[in-house]
């Protein structure tokens, strides 16, 4: 049975605090080339003003299985589909209040590309896939898979002014209406 990834369970696992995302509130981004569903490379600490980094842990593909049979059991895995959605539907206003988006996870340009695709998403997602922003950041990161275990991201986002991070959101839950958060967060605190 296929499971819709737009639509996210009720009785989802609420991830906790667990002060991984403590420490980077006021550091700078490191210049490390991410590789952008846009083409070429993206460099974060070259962005001037504004930015939403919103990552995730991973977009799955419809009537494929997930990466790990206990996926929704796995505090704030599940609802990147809905969180990227998201992102998307409010797009418009999110540039309106000055910040340029892109979302970022461990997974490859290819597979990113297609979810871009697949959802209409009017930003880049960039690739963290060889893990040098998680490592250099010392990121909020978990282990996850059925045989093969990988390293995803867990799921923050980090609000930059001119390559610095000037506010984190950690943990986010629920995904679906963490744009709405974002912006309003955007409204309070203009740049």
């Known amino acids: 049975m296929s ?3 737009l639509e996210l369970p009720g009785d989802l696992p609420v991830p906790e605090d ?22 070429g490379a993206v460099v974060l600490s070259q962005v001037p003003g504004r930015t939403v980094i919103y990552a995730f ?10 990466l790990d049979d ?13 969180e990227s959605c998201a992102f998307r539907d409010h797009h418009e206003e999110l540039r309106a209040a000055g910040a340029e988006v892109f979302g970022l996870s461990t997974q490859d340009t290819a597979f990113q590309r ?7 998403l009017p930003f880049a997602l960039l690739s963290d896939d060889r893990l040098e922003l998680a490592r250099a950041l010392k ?14 991201h867990k799921r923050f986002t980090l609000m930059l002014r ?9 943990p986010v839950f629920p995904p679906d209406g963490h744009a709405e958060e974002v912006l309003a967060w955007l409204r309070a605190n203009p740049a």
């Open 57 to 66: 842990p991973r977009t799955g593909v419809p009537g494929e299985p997930s």
């Open 18 to 39: 667990d002060g991984a995302a403590a420490h980077l509130k006021g550091a700078r981004l490191p210049d490390i080339a991410l590789a952008s569903t846009m083409g």
């Open 114 to 120: 297609a979810a871009v695709e697949r959802l209409h």
């Open 70 to 82: 206990n996926w929704e059991a796995i505090a704030g895995a599940r609802g990147c589909t809905p």
């Open 162 to 170: 001119d390559g610095a991070i000037e506010h984190v959101f950690y």
């Open 139 to 152: 990121l909020p990161t978990f282990l996850a898979g059925n045989t093969t275990k990988v390293v995803l």
């Open 3 to 5: 499971k819709n990834l």
